[in-house]
C-alpha cells in the first residue's frame, strides 16, 4: 500500500495533486526553492523540503535532490505534475532505481514518445493514422530532398526531438525546400542537440484535438473523451473545453479507439494523451503523445466526474482501472481558460510585482485551479500563470456564460493579467459557433481591442475620484452609506491629478452631497455615489445601479469596472512634475538584460537616486535608481536573473502606504 507522495512541482499542479492525494489519506511532502518558501503549495503539504535556490535548474530540476528528499522523509511514491521533470525518462528510472513508485508511465513509453520519428513509425505500425510524410532515419538533405517529390505542398519539415511547435518550419514551394531543410536542420542542433528531422504534408488551419486515454499495469486501457485545444497563441494553450464543438460522437469514437492502440502499442501505463490535428472534413492525424497528465484535465474531469490524479494513484499502486469504457459517459461541457500575469498589449510580456489582491470569484458550476494568493508575488523565476478557470455548464453556452461572468468578477489587483482578453475569446462570436481553428486567434481575433493598450474612459476616472475624494477607503473601512453621512454636506469643487500608467490625467471633481460630476477638458461624467468600504464601491449610473470592485493600497487605486481592471494613482498632493517631481515607487528595468546585483532588501529605507539594483545590458553595467524615497516594500529581481525591459524589479512604498499595509494585512 502507497502512503506517503512527494510532490516534485510547484504551483497549482502541486496544489491540485496534494488535495486528492489528502482526500485519499496520502501523506504528502512537497519540495521547493528558496523563493517559494511561503508558497501555497508548501504551506498544504504535510512536510516540505528546500531543494535548491529560485533558478528551476537549481530546483525543481535538480532530480537528485527530489529523489533525496522523499528517502529522506520516507515517502513512497513521486507525482511529477506537468513540465519540469515529468517527461524525463531519466528521472522516472531514477525513482524507481531508489524504490519510489513513480506515477507516470514507464520509461520506455516516455522515451518512444519523446521521438517525433519513432513515435510515428510506431503509431503507424499500430494503425493510427499519421500525416503522411517521410520518416528516414537520420536522413540526409538528399534523401529528405529526395522523399518531399511524393509528398507534396505545402509541407512541414519537423525536428525528430521537437514538439509543441519548436523546430517546425512549413514549405509553401519546392524552390523554398532546400534553404529550409538546412535552417531548421542547424536550429535542431542548436535547440536538441540532435539535427534528426522528418517531412510531413502540412494540414490546413487544423483543429487541435487530444484524446485523454489511461492504462493500467494489467493491459486494460480506456479513453475519456477529447479536449479541444484549438485557440493557442504561438503553440501556447489559451482556451481548452471538453467535448469539442467540431467532434461527432463517430469521430470521437475512431479518435477514441485509436488513442487506445496508441497507448497500448507503447506498453502505457497511467495518465497520457494523444494529441490529433483533425482537417476540415475531420480527417484525424496522430500528431505527439504527452506522457503526463496535462494542465488541461480538469475539463476532462468536470464532464466524466473523475478524478484524474486518484485515477493516477490507483494504477500507479498497481490497481486495474476505476472504470471500463462503457462506463465511461460524458455530461455537459466544460471550458477552460489560463489566467496569466502578462500584458495583451504589450505583445503578451510576462508581468512579474506583487499580487496585492486575488479573489476568484464564486459560483455554480465554477472551478479555481491555483497556486497563489493574495499577498504573494508573481517572480521572473517561473511561469506567470496565475490559475486555471474553469466552467462547467449543461450545454457549451451555459459553460461560456459562466466563464466569461467569473472572469469579469474575479479581481486581481497588482500585476496586469490576460483577463480582459480571455473574456473576449469566450464572447466571440466565431468561437461561439465553435469554428476556432488554430489560425483563430492570428486571424479572426488578430484586431480585437483587448490587444490593444487600454484608454481609461471618464467613466473610470470619474469612479476613481468618489473613491479618493472619500477619505474613509482603506480596505478595513466598513461599508459607508454615503447618503446618510454626507447628505448635509456643503457643496466643493476639487481639482484633482490622476496618474495612469505614465500619464498624468488632471480633473475637476463637484461635489454636491453625493452627486458627483467629474469633468475633463470638454467632457463630464455624472453619478451618484451610494456607498464604498469593503472593496465594493456602489453607484448609481444614468439611473442604474452599479457595483464596482476596487482596492486602495497608499495613494494607488486598483480598480475593477466592467471586467476591465485599471490602476491609478492620486498625485494631486504631489509637487508639480519636473525635475524634482518623485516617481511612482515601482522600479523597473530599463532595457533587457541581466541583473547582476541586488542592493537592497525589503523593509530597507531608500532615498530617491540611491541605487537599488545593477543591471548589466549591452556589455554595460546600469545602475538602477529609486525615483521616490520611502521603504523598500517588494523586491522581485535577484542576481543572476535575466529581465525584461519594463518589468518590475523593485517597489518602493512611502511610509505612509506602508502603515496602510500593515492595517490590511492585520485586518484579513
Ligand atoms: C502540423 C501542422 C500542420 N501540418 N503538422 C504545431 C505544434 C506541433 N505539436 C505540431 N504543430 C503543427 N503541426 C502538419 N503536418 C500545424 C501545426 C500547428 C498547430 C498544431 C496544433 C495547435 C496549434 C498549431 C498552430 C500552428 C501550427
Known amino acids: 500500500m502507497l502512503k506517503k507522495l512527494l510532490i516534485a512541482n510547484r504551483g497549482e499542479i502541486a496544489v491540485r495533486v496534494i488535495k486528492t492525494a489528502k482526500s485519499l489519506g496520502y501523506r504528502t511532502v512537497a519540495v521547493y526553492s528558496e523563493a517559494d518558501a511561503k508558497a501555497l503549495h508548501v504551506e498544504m503539504a504535510d512536510e516540505a523540503v528546500c531543494i535548491g535556490p529560485a533558478q528551476v535548474s537549481a530546483s525543481y530540476l535538480k532530480a537528485d535532490a527530489i529523489i533525496e528528499a522523499a528517502v529522506r522523509t520516507g515517502a513512497d511514491c513521486v507525482h511529477p505534475g506537468y513540465g519540469f521533470l515529468s517527461e524525463n525518462s531519466g528521472f522516472s528510472k531514477a525513482c524507481k532505481d531508489a524504490g519510489l513508485v513513480f506515477v507516470g508511465p514507464p520509461e520506455a513509453a516516455i522515451e518512444l514518445m519523446g521521438s517525433k520519428r519513432r513515435s510515428k513509425i510506431a503509431m503507424q505500425e499500430a494503425g493510427v493514422p499519421v500525416v503522411p510524410g517521410f520518416e528516414g532515419d537520420n536522413a540526409s538533405d538528399e534523401e529528405l530532398i529526395d522523399a518531399a517529390k511524393n509528398i507534396g505542398y505545402p509541407l512541414m519539415i519537423k525536428a525528430s526531438a521537437g514538439g509543441g511547435g519548436r523546430g517546425m518550419r512549413l514549405v509553401e514551394k519546392e524552390n523554398e525546400l532546400a534553404d529550409n531543410i538546412q535552417r531548421a536542420r542547424s536550429e535542431a542542433k542548436q535547440a536538441f542537440g540532435d539535427g534528426e528531422l522528418i517531412l510531413e504534408k502540412a494540414v490546413i488551419e487544423p483543429r487541435h484535438i487530444e484524446i485523454q486515454v489511461f492504462a493500467d499495469q494489467h493491459g486494460n486501457a480506456v479513453y475519456l473523451g477529447e479536449r479541444d485545444c ?91 482501472l476505476p472504470l471500463a469504457q462503457d462506463q465511461i459517459h460524458l455530461n455537459g461541457h466544460a471550458i477552460e481558460v489560463r489566467l496569466y500575469a502578462e500584458d495583451p498589449a504589450n505583445g503578451f510580456t510576462p508581468q512579474t510585482g506583487p499580487l496585492h489582491q486575488f479573489r476568484p470569484a464564486e459560483g455554480e458550476g465554477l472551478r479555481f485551479d491555483t497556486g497563489v494568493r493574495s499577498g504573494d508575488a508573481v517572480t521572473p523565476h517561473y511561469d506567470p500563470m496565475l490559475a486555471k478557470v474553469i466552467a462547467w455548464g449543461a450545454n457549451r453556452n451555459e459553460a461560456r456564460r459562466r466563464l466569461l461572468r467569473a472572469l469579469e468578477d474575479t479581481t486581481v489587483f497588482g500585476v496586469t493579467t490576460n483577463r480582459y482578453f480571455l473574456s473576449r475569446i469566450i464572447a466571440d462570436d466565431v468561437f461561439g459557433a465553435g469554428e476556432a481553428t488554430t489560425a483563430f486567434l492570428q486571424q479572426a481575433f488578430r484586431d480585437d481591442p483587448s490587444l490593444a493598450p487600454k484608454e481609461i474612459s471618464l467613466r473610470e476616472l470619474a469612479l476613481a475620484a468618489c473613491v479618493f475624494s472619500h477619505g474613509n477607503s482603506g480596505p478595513d473601512a466598513a461599508r459607508h452609506d454615503i447618503n446618510r453621512s454626507w447628505s448635509n454636506a456643503p457643496s466643493t469643487v476639487t481639482p484633482m491629478k490622476l496618474e495612469v500608467g505614465e500619464k498624468t490625467l488632471a480633473l475637476l471633481v463637484r461635489r454636491v452631497g453625493n452627486h458627483f460630476t467629474v469633468t475633463r477638458g470638454e467632457e463630464q461624467y455624472e453619478l451618484n455615489l451610494e456607498s464604498l468600504g469593503d472593496g465594493l464601491l456602489c453607484i448609481i449610473d444614468k439611473g442604474v445601479r452599479q457595483q464596482c470592485q476596487y482596492h486602495c493600497r497608499g495613494d494607488h487605486l486598483y480598480l475593477q469596472a466592467s471586467g ?82 519594463s518589468q518590475l524589479l523593485v517597489e518602493i512604498t512611502t511610509a505612509e502606504a506602508n502603515s496602510d499595509s500593515n492595517t490590511e494585512e492585520a485586518g484579513q
Open 230 to 320: 484549438s485557440v493557442q497563441r504561438r503553440h501556447q494553450k489559451v482556451v481548452e473545453e471538453a467535448p469539442s464543438p467540431f467532434v461527432t460522437p463517430a469521430l470521437r469514437q475512431a479518435m477514441g479507439e485509436a488513442a487506445v492502440k496508441a497507448a497500448l502499442a507503447c506498453g502505457y501505463e497511467g495518465a497520457g494523451t494523444v494529441e490529433f490535428l483533425v482537417d476540415k472534413d475531420r480527417n484525424f492525424y496522430f500528431l505527439e503523445m504527452n506522457t503526463r497528465l496535462q494542465v488541461e484535465h480538469p475539463v476532462t474531469e468536470l464532464i466524466t466526474g473523475q478524478d484524474l490524479v486518484a485515477w493516477q494513484l490507483s494504477v500507479a499502486e498497481g490497481l486495474p
Open 564 to 645: 476591465q481592471a485599471v490602476a491609478l494613482r492620486d498625485v494631486t498632493h504631489q509637487p508639480a512634475s519636473g525635475a524634482a517631481a518623485s516617481g511612482s515607487g515601482r522600479i523597473k528595468a530599463t532595457m533587457d538584460g541581466a541583473i547582476i546585483d541586488v542592493l537592497v532588501e525589503v523593509g530597507q529605507t531608500v532615498k530617491r537616486g540611491d541605487t537599488l539594483v545593477i543591471l548589466e545590458a549591452m556589455k554595460m553595467e546600469h545602475p538602477v535608481k529609486a525615483d521616490r524615497d520611502g521603504t523598500v516594500g517588494e523586491v522581485l529581481a535577484a542576481q543572476g536573473d535575466q529581465v525584461k525591459r
